[in-house]
Every structure is written in structure tokens, then in C-alpha cells.
């Protein structure tokens, strides 16, 4: 029964469950363990850290979640390394993979707190640590990175970067993956150019990875061991590079949509911030090998921005408004 009721609730209100007695402590903690975690409740935006530092949170360890079915904020204290000291390289499924000032990447869960250990990111191929002394005891000085395209030439000179710049880079270098109970080291994917165009959003379903480039192409990735396959399911279907181009599956029929977000420069040349003006959405036929343009997302929402692409069903999430798109910004400019 009481599993029952916990599935109605929203976040908030979820987590505020454990105050009731010691023994409530364990479900609102161990979310994945009861499966209570996994229905739907609406997404909640994170904040970092101004916000939280505003409403009496610590300006370096706090960050808010604003909570969409409530219209409010809520300030979670989250675990070292401060989180305003990291960077958001992107979020899936309410865990955010984020890069402290070493550049090394974890998984941080805001609502339980619970982080993970990424392996270390001097385990990329590309990547070479450089040490003040010689031997493996000397500090971090930093990184020098090599740039391979897909065919395994270098189309840039390689460069020496600091801890902290590394973690900047991260969105120009080729896939890399890594398994749980592995060897703790990165995984190189080969078969991914970035010089001819890189990858914009990657998904994992169906036991693969499909990944989405800004020429409108789309591959399958099936993961053996230390190696990946690929498989071309969608040719690219543009002649020239897309900007910002997100991917998403349909929950009531599958679909895969392509989204396209554009953007343009004010008039004023002192502000040189893009704009998102609007988007384009697209159905992917993989029968033609195109996409078919859609002027309507019915009663489904998309999340766009620093995460993983959603599309949901507001059936489901009654919170949300029918054919629109949640936005943020998630460029450099």
C-alpha cells in the first residue's frame, strides 16, 4: 500500500517522505532498489549554484531543482567535488555526468546523492597525462590530447592543455564507452569521424547505442567486449552541417524524431549571444532513408538541452503541455 501511494507522488513530495520515521528513510533513499524510482514523475531543471546560493545554500555545494509540476525550487546540498567547481557535460535518466577541475568525470544523482567514479579520463586514447616529476608520483601538470579523424589521421597538431581545460574538450573527441565490473579504462570507437561531423546526441535503446550526427545521419553501436560495431541505419541525409540537432523516440508509437534548434545573432553587435527562435521537427522514415517534416507533436513534449533528449507522453505527465518544447540553453554562446 504504501509503495502504492509513494508511486503517485512527485519528487518533492517523494523525498519529503523521509521525515516521517527512521524506517521511511529507506525508500526515499534507496529509489532504485523498491522500482519506485523508475514511474513517471514530471522532470525537475537543475540550477547551479547563484540560485542556491540566493535561497541560503552553500554557493559552492548546492545547486536547486526546480520542480515543474509545483512551480518551485528546491535546495539539494550535493557531495565533494563542490559542484561549482565542476562542469555539466550532460545528464541521462536524472543522473548528471559532470568533470571536476582535474577533469575527471562521476555520475552524481541530485535527488539521492549517490555518485560514481567514471574511469580516469588519462585512459582515453587520445588523452596523455603530464606529470611535474618523472615516475607516476609526480602532480598533474596536465594533458597533452591527440586529434584523429576516422580514418586514423591526425587533422589537428596535437596540444597541451591544463586539468582543467581537458574537461572542455570533451565535446569535440570521438565516442569512447566503458562497462561496468571492466577494467576501468576508456574504450575508443574508431569508426566516428569528428572532422567530417560530429555526433549531436547519442541515445542508448534496444540494448545499442544510436548516435546522431549534424549531417542528419543516424548509426547503431552494438557494444562486444572492448569493441563496437556499427551499423549505418540512417545515410545523412543533409549536404551541409546542422548547428544543433537533437534525436528522441516517440512514446506512443516509437518514432524517431529529429529535432533541429534554431538560432541567430541579435542585431546588436555588442551582444553576441545566439538565440533560439525556434524548432523544426522531423520524422525518420528508414524505409526512404529520409526524414518527413511534422507540424505537430499531438499531446507529447520534448526536452531539449544539457540532457538526454525526451520525448513524453502528457497522459503520463499531466504537469506538461501537449505539443510543446521545453528548452535550455546548451551552447558555449
Not at 519528487?11 to 514511474?39: E, M
Not at 591526425?154 to 577494467?183: C, H
Not at 513534449?301 to 503541455?321: E, V
Request: net charge negative.
Amino acid at each position: 500500500m504504501v509503495d502504492t501511494v509513494l508511486c503517485k507522488l512527485e519528487l518533492p513530495d517523494f523525498i519529503r517522505t523521509a521525515a516521517v520515521c527512521t524506517c521511511w528513510r529507506a525508500p526515499a533513499l534507496d529509489l532504485r532498489r523498491r522500482g519506485v524510482y523508475s514511474f513517471h514523475r514530471t522532470p525537475c531543471l537543475l540550477y547551479i549554484p547563484a540560485a542556491a546560493a540566493a535561497n541560503g545554500g552553500s554557493s559552492t555545494r548546492s545547486a536547486e531543482l526546480y520542480c515543474l509540476a509545483d512551480e518551485r525550487p528546491y535546495t539539494v546540498t550535493l557531495p565533494d567535488p563542490p559542484i561549482a567547481e565542476r562542469s555539466i557535460v550532460g545528464s541521462s535518466h536524472g543522473w548528471l555526468v559532470t568533470a571536476d577541475a582535474l577533469s575527471e568525470l562521476h555520475l552524481l544523482n541530485p535527488v539521492t546523492r549517490e555518485q560514481i567514479e567514471l574511469p580516469p579520463i588519462a585512459t582515453l586514447e587520445q588523452v596523455r597525462p603530464i606529470l611535474e616529476a618523472a615516475g607516476d608520483g609526480g602532480d598533474l601538470r596536465g594533458y597533452e590530447v591527440s586529434f584523429y579523424d576516422g580514418d586514423m589521421r591526425e587533422y589537428r597538431a596535437p596540444g597541451i592543455y591544463r586539468p582543467d581545460e581537458l574537461r572542455d574538450l570533451l565535446n569535440i573527441k570521438q565516442p569512447s564507452f566503458a562497462r561496468v565490473g571492466d577494467d576501468k579504462q576508456w574504450h575508443w570507437i574508431t569508426t566516428s569521424s569528428y572532422y567530417r561531423s560530429p555526433y549531436s546526441d547519442i541515445a542508448y535503446r534496444d540494448g545499442a547505442f544510436y548516435a546522431m550526427n549534424l549531417l542528419g545521419g543516424i548509426h547503431r553501436y552494438d557494444i562486444h567486449h572492448s569493441r563496437a560495431t556499427r551499423t549505418v541505419v540512417l545515410a545523412d541525409t543533409l549536404g551541409y552541417t546542422l548547428h544543433h540537432a537533437y534525436m528522441a523516440w516517440t512514446p506512443s508509437s516509437g518514432d524517431v524524431l529529429q529535432v533541429w534548434r534554431l538560432t541567430h545573432l541579435p542585431e546588436d553587435e555588442e551582444d553576441e549571444e545566439l538565440r533560439t527562435v525556434g524548432f523544426h521537427v522531423y520524422k525518420v522514415d528508414f524505409d526512404s532513408q529520409d526524414v518527413v517534416p511534422i507540424d505537430s507533436l499531438g499531446d507529447e513534449a520534448l526536452f531539449i538541452g544539457h540532457n538526454g533528449t525526451l520525448c513524453l507522453s502528457t497522459k503520463d505527465y499531466p504537469a506538461l503541455l501537449p505539443n510543446h518544447v521545453y528548452f535550455t540553453d546548451d551552447d558555449e554562446y
